[in-house]
């Protein structure tokens, strides 16, 4: 490949590119995100590969595997071009029929599209799916357009043409100007504007600069970043050198956390590939403009997304974080000014720079502009990551997007901003989601991990997982998150196990304030928020578990028992067979009995138990119905 | 682990200091674990004192300073797996193969870890064996599936 010396080149590649593409040839995109590659994507675009070939269709019919869409509730999802024929749940027995029916015949191959639970109807295309329909995708909307390892895909569709109007059209301190006008706020957490980051490493007088993507996504439940470095690798990478550009830095990093290999692989490859180019290295498009870019590969630290600590780690040390006296974006990496966003704001760089600041101030609140991705999950209907306009309420996103709760239950409670984030009860799901809105409402934006929960959860249990978590995750430098976060570990244990005293809230409230107030880093200082969230919506629910050793949710196991309501039980002897501490006592006719004391409350007996008996229950802070008596366990034939 | 295999990585990475993490990391996908005699020879090769590496090794949760078994059980306990049950998954792997999260049995067949997030939370609960995921997990499913183990 020769070098683009000059946007022209670019400008002429692309239309060569495009013009020996036909528009009109089928081709058929397959989902190889991490979702539908557990899902068996990889058979699926193998079995299409081998069928094509078969079938002697190669020179006309183009696969590619692409990132995720988000619609991994339904995974593997195939999207066949240009009619946009969004396939769901395709596995590789399906390819033979998808070939012979939609390549050849041009016919839709109805049970594979979306049904729509409510009305029945099937949608078509993949924009008619409610799943999608109210989104608006902005930056994930490639996703299912580009092989994520080919740059051709990533130009074909107006790819590097941000940067080579950044580069020969625009100033750098206009290229700043732009970003600052946009009010675009960092998405991996606090939401600080990213333009004033800028410019303060801009204006720094030190004159080596950096400029670094945080891919450390260690939040549980979260894959956006993911999404996007696996997805579309160059959108990131764009962002950075037009970030590069905009502050005077020649150097950019990737941090990546270590738990997506695939992620470090795309990211390489789209590096080699841009330096071949010319887009990357030595002089881009004759601009005169050096950057080079390296990868760095995270080793498992949650601590490690905070960015005085990724810039520590960076340096090869333990990533331990440090005060802020000065911002890192003044004395960072190697105390030498630099600027580190998340991948989300990175990717939104390019949009803002080819479409202006105008455009992207059209969409959000007042102070939230542009879209999110969310990673919605937990007890929903349709898990996946969802990107919508700043300003939609919650309750939207989970009830028209997601599709509500499975299963016919209530919902509870929705978790936002990760392990440092809070919950949100029912009644303020009319909130919009913004960054300054859910702060308020005791919560945070995050990096976008949206998890909900329904009525059998267990807020308390919540709490405790959370504090868990981040106490496992203390970097143990400063002393009110090392030992205040254990402490509160402990109680929090003990009041699921049943052990909770009178004055253990006020205890807990104690140490939250200490860690907010004294921590030394973001962690520490918001570490007690799944507590004082949890603690200001479901009061009642820590009482009952101090007060009546009683778990509202049924979850604890230490307070619950299971119970097999005789007038329901079929003596069919599943259960008994299946319990593993041989705890369940009964025959054939003989109406089983759980011992007490032989059981583990595993729960195993519950979920092998017929739907259609239900005969087993839990129970909390109730007393176990004592077993019948011998001789009305019989069952005799009902005539 | 031999030396000229460890060189070979050191080399890779320029022999920097402040490539230490890169090059444990590459050590530890290389062998699945980490020796003494490669953190001594890693210490030597980049001059960099042994309490140093040894920080490291401790303080970032890739790394493993004893050997792992055949098979590498991981449990996702993210978020969303756990709203849906993780908890229960782990208890019944910890109950079949004996031992708790972090250690390795006596046969060396199974090692258990905990993860935060696999990012597959549509499946959850999920686990990973050797690099594959099994979602929507049971208890009975993942006993069962334990048992296909040699």
Not at chain 1, 262 to 284: M, P, R, S
Not at chain 1, 417 to 442: H, M, N, R, W, Y
Request: net charge negative.
């Amino acid at each position: 490949m020769a070098r683009l010396n000059t946007p022209e080149e670019l400008e002429n590649f692309r239309q060569a590119l495009l013009s020996q593409r036909n528009p009109d040839n089928p081709c058929i995109s397959i989902c190889a995100g991490a979702g539908c590659v557990a899902s068996g994507a990889d058979d699926v675009i193998a079995a299409f590969n081998k069928e094509i070939e078969k079938e002697g269709l190669t020179t006309t019919v183009g696969t590619k595997g692409t990132g995720c869409p988000g619609f991994c509730e339904r995974g593997p999802v195939v999207v066949i071009y240009p009619e946009e024929i969004c396939y769901l749940q395709v596995k590789a027995e399906d390819v033979p029929e998808i070939i012979e029916q939609t390549i050849k015949a041009n016919k839709v191959v109805e049970r594979l599209l979306y049904e729509d639970p409510v009305t029945g109807e099937k949608a078509v295309k993949e924009s008619d799916i409610s799943f999608y329909k109210s989104q608006e995708r902005t930056v994930l909307c490639n996703n299912i357009k580009i092989d994520s390892r080919s740059i051709d895909d990533y130009l074909a569709i107006g790819g590097y043409s941000a940067l080579a109007k950044a580069l020969s059209e625009m100033t750098d301190p206009e290229v700043l100007e732009e970003v600052k006008k946009s009010n675009l706020r960092g998405r991996g957490g606090a939401g600080f504007p990213a333009g004033r980051k800028w410019e303060g490493s801009r204006n720094a007088p030190e004159p080596i600069k950096y400029v670094i993507v945080n891919a450390d996504e260690g939040d549980p439940g979260a894959f956006m970043d993911r999404a996007l470095l696996e997805g579309n690798p160059h959108s990131i990478l764009e962002g950075l050198i037009i970030g590069g550009y905009a502050i005077n830095a020649n150097e950019g990093y990737f941090y990546v956390r270590q738990e997506y290999p695939l992620a470090v692989e795309n990211i390489n490859f789209a590096i080699e590939q841009a330096e071949d180019y010319g887009l990357l290295g030595k002089n881009i498009m004759g601009s005169g403009f050096d950057f080079k870019v390296i990868v760095h590969q995270g080793a498992g630290a949650f601590v490690c997304g905070e960015s005085t600590a990724l810039m520590t780690s960076l340096e090869g040390k333990v990533g331990e974080p440090r005060p802020k006296y000065t911002r890192s974006n003044i004395k960072g990496l190697w105390n030498r000014p630099s600027v580190l966003n998340n991948v989300e704001t990175w990717a939104n760089v390019p949009l803002i720079i080819n479409k202006g600041a105008d455009w992207f101030t059209s969409v959000g609140t007042e102070s939230s502009k542009g879209t999110k991705i969310f990673s919605l999950v937990g007890k929903i209907t349709n898990t996946g990551l969802v990107e919508v306009p700043m300003g939609m309420t919650l309750r939207d996103i989970i009830y028209k997007i997601g599709g509500g709760i499975p299963g016919g239950k209530k919902f509870k409670a929705v978790q936002t901003g990760g392990p440092s984030g809070g919950c949100i009860p029912e009644d303020k799901l009319d909130l919009e989601v913004g960054f300054d809105e859910l702060t308020k409402a005791g919560s945070m934006m995050g990096s976008g991990g949206m998890i909900v929960m329904d009525e059998d959860t267990c807020m308390v249990d919540v709490a405790r997982y959370f504090i868990e978590f981040l106490t496992d995750e203390s970097c143990g430098k400063c002393v009110p998150c090392r030992e205040g976060l254990r402490q509160m570990h402990r109680i929090l244990t003990n009041i699921t196990r049943g052990k909770g005293k009178e004055g253990d809230i006020e205890l807990l409230e104690a140490l939250s304030e200490t860690a907010v107030e004294a921590s030394l880093c973001a962690l520490g200082k918001s570490a007690p928020n799944p507590f004082l969230s949890t603690l200001r919506y479901f009061r009642d629910e820590y009482e009952a578990h101090i007060k009546a050793q009683r778990c509202p949710a049924l979850y604890c196991k230490e307070l619950i028992a299971y119970f097999i309501d005789p007038s329901k039980c079929q003596a069919c002897m599943i259960c008994a067979r299946s319990c593993p501490s041989e705890a369940i006592d009964g025959g054939k006719k003989k109406i089983h009995i759980i011992d007490q004391k032989k059981c583990t409350n595993c729960g195993t007996c519950l979920e092998v138990c017929p739907p259609r008996f239900g005969a087993i229950k839990k129970l909390s802070g109730e007393p176990v119905p004592g077993p019948l008596p011998e001789e009305e366990r019989m069952i005799t034939k009902k005539s | 682990m031999e030396s000229e295999k460890i060189d070979q990585i050191i080399d890779k990475h320029h022999g920097e200091a402040s490539s230490l993490l890169q090059i444990l990391l590459d050590i530890q996908s290389e062998n699945s674990w980490l020796p003494k005699e490669v953190l001594v020879r890693v210490s030597q090769k980049l001059d960099v004192p042994l309490t140093r590496i040894q920080h490291i090794a401790t303080f970032y949760k890739a790394f493993s300073l004893v050997p792992k078994g055949r098979h590498k059980v991981h449990i996702c306990m993210g978020t969303a797996c756990h709203v849906r049950g993780a908890t229960r998954i782990l208890d019944t792997v910890e109950e079949a193969t004996g031992i708790k999260a972090g250690e390795t049995d006596l046969d060396m067949k199974f090692s258990l870890e905990t993860v935060n997030c696999l990012g597959c939370c549509a499946l959850g609960p999920v686990m990973n064996v050797d690099g594959k995921v099994l979602g929507k997990m049971s208890p009975v499913k993942t006993a069962e599936a334990l048992k296909t183990y040699e």
